[in-house]
Nanobody, 126 residues
């Protein structure tokens, strides 16, 4: 069982930056692939970024590539999402997720993640 708690959301102006953190409980954090998803009002939840258990592999949605960076610190049981050059269309609730990293390459599909945080709101004003 893994429990995930996100933090770091808030209100920021377009062009600004935020860093989201996701603290995980459980001794097996380092064996899980981690991911960030987001859900904007009236839209389905979608993939933002993913990272393999080792951190060697990372994946990004095209809409955030070059602006967002996912990283993890297995010693601290924490995964991060650094968000730069934020746009109003980045406004959403951001969710952290954990799932088995069967091939050591990370996951990009929502169905590959078993555990979810409660979400943190990110609002980007124009």
């Amino acid at each position: 069982q893994v429990q995930l708690v996100e933090s770091g959301g808030g209100l920021v102006q377009a062009g600004g930056s935020l860093r989201l953190s996701c603290a995980a409980s459980g001794r097996t954090f380092s064996s899980y692939a981690m991911g960030w998803f987001r859900q904007a009002p009236g839209k389905e939840r979608g993939f933002v970024a993913g990272i393999s258990w080792s951190g060697a592999s990372t994946y990004y949605a095209d809409s955030v590539k070059g602006r967002f960076t996912i990283s993890r610190n297995n010693a601290k049981n924490t995964v991060y999402l650094q968000m730069n050059s934020l746009k109003p269309e980045d406004t959403a609730v951001y969710y952290c997720a954990a799932g088995p990293d069967d091939y050591g390459l990370g996951n990009v599909l929502e169905r590959e993640y078993d555990y979810w945080g409660q979400g943190t709101q990110v609002t980007v004003s124009s």
